[in-house]
């Protein structure tokens, strides 16, 4: 019985995010994903649902801490997790970690263009190398 409540909490909490994600109440996004990784914190997608609403607030470095902690979790969602860690990287300007996520975006879906895109622009963005 507890543990069926649990889940009802759960649910309820998932579908409550969603509606606000809709209404792009980023904010409340977070605080509600934020107990569901303390509810879950084996959840990858959990961590990846925290890491999107804190990118849309400007919150890049919690962003990243959470896309990586849901890449460790095997999330199977892993060419936008990619994407979207890179993108995040490139906003704190972390080039060269931003650079190795788009190229691991690219490694599972190549044809993405986008992505091909931000890497280009990005690797013109690097120093050379002295030889």
């Known amino acids: 019985m507890i543990q069926e409540a649990k889940f009802n909490n759960i649910e309820h909490k998932i579908l409550q995010a969603i509606e606000l994600k809709a209404k792009q109440d980023f904010d409340s996004v977070c605080n509600i994903y934020q107990e569901l990784v303390v509810m ?3 959840n990858a997608s959990f961590y990846d649902e925290l890491a999107q609403s804190q990118a849309r607030l400007g919150l890049f ?3 990243i801490e959470n896309y990586q902690k849901s890449i ?3 999330n ?3 060419f936008w997790i990619y994407k ?3 993108d995040s990287l490139a906003e704190v300007e972390k080039v060269d970690e931003a650079v190795l996520a788009y190229q ?3 490694e599972i879906e190549p044809e993405r263009g986008m992505v091909r ?3 280009t622009k990005l690797q013109s963005q690097q120093p050379e190398a002295n030889l």
Do not use: F, V
Request: net charge neutral; proline share 5%.
């Open 40 to 42: 879950q914190p084996s």
């Open 104 to 106: 691991k975006a690219l």
């Open 117 to 119: 895109q931000k890497l």
């Open 84 to 86: 979207n860690l890179g």
């Open 61 to 63: 470095l919690e962003a």
């Open 72 to 74: 460790d979790l095997g």
């Open 76 to 78: 199977s969602n892993q």
